[in-house]
C-alpha cells in the first residue's frame, strides 16, 4: 500500500551503488532504488548500459517523507556528495550513464533544483559551473538484484573503501545531524 505522506526524488550522481550508500543513511529516507532512467530503450540491462548507447543514467529513487526530510535538503546531500561540474564522470567512471541529473518528479521539484543550482553557482561553491541535468522524471527501471544495496553488502570491495568510503565520511562530517539514529 502506498503512503500519501511519502514523496519521490529520482537523482542520478555517478555510479548508482555510491548514490545509494549516501542516501540509506538520511533520517526520513524510507526506501532508496538503484536503477535507471533518462533513456531510449524500455527494460534496459545493466550490460546494456554500461556501453553508454541507450542514453540511460544510473540513477536512485528515493521514498522519503518529506515532514522529516525536504527535497531541498535531499539536493544538497547530492551536491555535497558528487561532482557536479564534470560533464558525464564520476571520478573514474565516464560516459553518459554517470552523468549528473536531477529528475524532477513535479513543478515544485523542478522549480527547486532550479533555485538549489543558482543558489550553488551565486554562492560559487564550486570552482567551475554546474552541469547537472534538470529533466523531468521519465520512466525508472529498477537495476538488477546483485545492484542493490551493494555498499552495504559488500565493504570490503576496493571500489567501496576508494570511492564510496570518502562520500560516506563526508556525509558524515557535513550532514550529520540528517542521520538516521
Not at 121 to 131: C, R, S, T, W
Amino acid at each position: 500500500m502506498e503512503r500519501k505522506d511519502l514523496d519521490t526524488a529520482t537523482l542520478a550522481g555517478g555510479c548508482f551503488w555510491c548514490t545509494e550508500a549516501v542516501f540509506q543513511r538520511l533520517d526520513g529516507v524510507e526506501k532508496v532504488v538503484s536503477g535507471f532512467t533518462g533513456g531510449a530503450i524500455k527494460n534496459p540491462a545493466y550490460r546494456e548500459i554500461i556501453t553508454g548507447r541507450t542514453g540511460h543514467a544510473e540513477a536512485i529513487e528515493i521514498t522519503f517523507n518529506p515532514e522529516i526530510i525536504s527535497f531541498e535538503e535531499l539536493l544538497l546531500v547530492f551536491f555535497a556528495t558528487h561532482n557536479p561540474t564534470t560533464l558525464n564522470r564520476q571520478q573514474n567512471d565516464v560516459g553518459t550513464q554517470y552523468r549528473s541529473a536531477i529528475f524532477y518528479n513535479s513543478e515544485a521539484q523542478k522549480e527547486t533544483a532550479e533555485k538549489v543550482i543558482a543558489n550553488l553557482e551565486k554562492e560559487a561553491v564550486f570552482e567551475d559551473p554546474i552541469v547537472t541535468e534538470v529533466t523531468e522524471a521519465s520512466p525508472f527501471y529498477v537495476a538488477e538484484q546483485e545492484h542493490q544495496d551493494f555498499y552495504n553488502q559488500h565493504r570490503q570491495q576496493p571500489y567501496c573503501q576508494y570511492i564510496i568510503d570518502p562520500k560516506i565520511t563526508k556525509l558524515k562530517e557535513h550532514f550529520s545531524e540528517k542521520l538516521k539514529k
